[in-house]
């Protein structure tokens, strides 16, 4: 480990999916490590620019005006991991252990420690690299929110916001055309984007990966919206969930990816099927990558700022292997290892969850 008051040289990087809020993350890690008197460098396209030594010197001009820009500056993959690295061999690819060469080239520029931003994937790999000795501070990012010891990640408020945008919009028309439209939102295997947006949005319906449903139960609430006078009903659907007894939809089969798997058309599927039932016109929107893009919310704005600044104040004080978090609205540390590989779930005690179920939202059970 390195005493804080020896640390010169750090670098950041940004892993897996873009989200809302990255730019200011890299901003605030910046900022305040030069005014510390640090060289700071920025490592291109996540874990793959440490293999490919991709780095560069980061400066106060690097991350002017970068505040209310989407994505991130520095690019990002959700594909590269030094652990388990692509390499081209005879015409066929293969998986090889490139971590050490990345490590070489952190030393080749003399980078003492490393801030990773990312989720569940990339604090996997910031884990393993930290148990290899080097110093490593996580933050953690994904508009999912699936990420434990933490009540709340950057990028989740605007995906929200986006989602539930778009429910105002599909309402409208709904009730004009006496339809069930379904939104089919992001959230992988959790259904926190689901969740708040649906409640935001007026939803009547909410499926979530933590709660099969049964088919039964979405049509008995269509059918008492129409007994009631309704003649629309507005069902937001997690890509991650799935019926009672069945399984998540696949839209396709990832290779060299840490997600095998890549999950839709669960809201398709389920306008079909309310369709052939019941036989109400009913329309899927996906929202897919639309969530991701964009302006970062004041939110989270000011909740990536506030991580940035943590992880600054990690290196300073010489504190590696955590990752920052909010609990409380106080920002904390967490050990990396307590979380590493593991997942944000909604439970049955949920209060935004009870919440929906004491307005009279189906949540398919």
Not at 22 to 45: D, Q
Not at 189 to 200: E, K, R, S, T, V
Not at 233 to 243: C, H, Q, R, T, W
Not at 331 to 337: F, G, H, L, S
């Amino acid at each position: 480990m390195h005493a804080a008051s020896k640390l010169k040289s750090i670098a950041v990087l940004t892993g897996g999916g873009d989200a809302p809020g990255l730019n200011a993350v890299i901003r605030a890690v910046v900022r305040t490590t030069i005014g510390y008197g640090f060289k700071v460098w920025g490592i291109k396209n996540g874990f793959g620019g440490m293999v490919e030594n991709q780095i560069i010197e980061m400066t106060d001009d690097h991350v002017a005006g970068i505040l209310p820009r989407g994505g991130t500056i520095l690019g990002t993959t959700n594909r590269d991991n030094p652990f388990s690295y692509p390499q081209l061999q005879a015409g066929q690819t293969v998986y090889q252990d490139m971590s050490s060469q990345a490590l070489a080239n952190l030393q080749q520029r003399n980078i003492e420690a490393l801030v990773v931003i990312g989720g569940d994937g990339s604090l996997k790999i910031a884990s393993e690299f930290y148990q290899l000795g080097l110093p490593v501070v996580a933050v953690p990012k994904t508009i999912d929110n699936d990420i434990p010891g933490t009540e709340r990640t950057f990028g989740f408020d605007t995906a929200v916001g986006v989602a539930t945008d778009a429910l105002d919009r599909l309402h409208t028309t709904a009730e004009s055309h006496h339809r069930v439209m379904v939104l089919e939102v992001m959230g992988r295997y959790a259904g926190w984007i689901a969740l708040h947006a649906g409640m935001a949005g007026g939803a009547d319906c909410i499926l979530l990966p933590e709660i099969p449903f049964n088919i039964d139960s979405v049509i008995a609430k269509i059918r008492q919206r129409q007994q009631r006078g309704r003649q629309f009903s507005l069902i937001v659907v997690a890509e991650g969930a799935y019926p009672l007894g069945g399984e998540v939809s696949v839209s396709r089969i990832v290779e060299g990816s840490h997600e095998k798997i890549r999950l839709g058309g669960a809201g398709e599927k389920l306008a079909r099927q309310i369709e052939t039932l019941i036989g109400v016109e009913s329309r899927c929107t996906v929202l897919g990558h639309v969530q991701r893009g964009g302006t970062p919310t004041a939110f989270d704005r000011v909740l990536a700022t506030r991580y940035g600044v943590a992880a600054a104040e990690c290196l300073l004080e010489g504190v590696y292997g955590n990752m920052v978090a909010l609990r409380k609205n106080e920002i904390i540390r967490v050990p990396i290892a307590d979380i590493a590989g593991k997942a944000n779930h909604i439970t049955a005690e949920n209060e935004l969850l009870k919440a929906g179920r004491a307005i009279g939202i189906c949540f398919g059970d």
